[in-house]
């Protein structure tokens, strides 16, 4: 005599909380169901709108890491044409500071090729700054990226959590849930067994052992009584 028992027990345990807004008509008691049934389902539509919010913000990062790109891209080529303008501009102050040596130029005209000379050398340092930033605001662009990547994959798998799918063909053992009931993560739902293989703990005297033993062929028993195969 002996209690027949599955090998396999499957327990639906919620991994979302939220309203149960389906319930597959067949999910009762006894009932043998499919693999791929889909049994429960809880409302998406916060999940839904979760995963909107993390789409945007992440394509939201996306464009800000482009832009920074493509500004510093820019900042690259205006740094080119300002140094190109320095060049120019130190040139002229040294013609005129040798004018002005040889009395072809005035002080005035001397003084002010040198504002503009400084002028545009304060441009290209501050363009050269901006660059130097560049690195640094990149990173934190990059790590805004990742993070709302993260958050974006972290919504997906809750909507996913919303519907309970049947692993494999099982037997329903228990339903703890019905349609509209709101359900609370680590909630149990719904328990099943698989069919394919059952335990049996056998409780058996010695005797109804020395048969099943001798049954199988080629097996001895010891003076405990336990079987041997020779």
Same mark, same amino acid.
């Given at each position: 005599?002996?209690?027949?028992? %599955?090998?396999?027990?499957?327990?639906?345990?919620?991994?979302? &909380?939220?309203?149960?807004?389906?319930?597959?008509?067949?999910?009762?008691?006894?009932?043998? @169901?499919?693999?791929?049934?889909?049994?429960?389902?809880?409302? %998406? @539509?916060?999940?839904? @709108?979760?995963?909107? *919010?993390?789409?945007?913000? #992440?394509? &939201?990062?996306?464009? $800000?890491? &482009?832009?920074?790109? *493509?500004?510093?891209?820019?900042?690259?080529?205006?740094?080119?044409?300002?140094?190109?303008? #320095?060049? /120019?501009?130190?040139?002229?102050?040294? !013609?005129?500071?040798? #004018?002005?040596? !040889?009395? @072809?130029? &005035?002080?005035?005209?001397?003084? *002010?090729?040198? *504002?503009?000379?400084?002028?545009?050398?304060?441009?290209?340092?501050?363009?050269?700054?901006?660059?130097?930033?560049? %690195?640094?605001?990149?990173?934190?662009?990059?790590?805004?990226?990742?993070?709302?990547?993260?958050?974006?994959?972290?919504?997906?798998?809750?909507?996913?959590?919303?519907?309970? /799918?049947?692993?494999?063909?099982?037997?329903?053992?228990?339903?703890?849930?019905?349609?509209?009931?709101?359900?609370?993560?680590?909630?149990?739902?719904?328990?099943?067994?698989?069919?394919?293989?059952?335990?049996?703990?056998?409780?058996?005297?010695?005797?109804?052992?020395?048969?099943?033993?001798?049954?199988?062929?080629?097996? $001895?028993?010891?003076?405990?009584?336990? %079987?041997?195969?020779?």
């Amino acid at each position: 005599f002996g209690k027949v028992s %599955p090998k396999v027990e499957w327990k639906a345990i919620a991994e979302v &909380s939220g309203k149960v807004v389906y319930r597959y008509p067949r999910l009762e008691k006894g009932q043998v @169901l499919a693999q791929g049934t889909e049994i429960l389902r809880i409302d %998406p @539509l916060d999940y839904e @709108l979760k995963l909107t *919010q993390a789409e945007a913000d #992440l394509q &939201s990062s996306k464009i $800000s890491l &482009s832009k920074l790109n *493509q500004e510093e891209r820019n900042l690259k080529q205006t740094l080119n044409i300002e140094k190109n303008r #320095l060049d /120019i501009s130190r040139n002229e102050l040294e !013609r005129k500071q040798n #004018l002005f040596k !040889r009395g @072809l130029t &005035s002080q005035s005209d001397l003084d *002010q090729q040198t *504002q503009t000379t400084l002028s545009q050398q304060k441009v290209v340092q501050e363009i050269e700054n901006q660059i130097s930033l560049m %690195p640094d605001e990149k990173r934190v662009a990059h790590a805004v990226l990742k993070v709302n990547q993260s958050k974006l994959e972290e919504a997906q798998r809750l909507l996913e959590k919303t519907r309970i /799918i049947l692993p494999e063909t099982m037997r329903v053992a228990e339903v703890e849930v019905e349609r509209n009931q709101v359900v609370n993560v680590q909630q149990i739902m719904v328990v099943a067994h698989g069919m394919d293989i059952m335990e049996v703990e056998a409780q058996l005297s010695i005797h109804d052992l020395q048969t099943l033993a001798t049954s199988i062929g080629e097996v $001895s028993l010891d003076e405990s009584g336990i %079987p041997h195969r020779i």
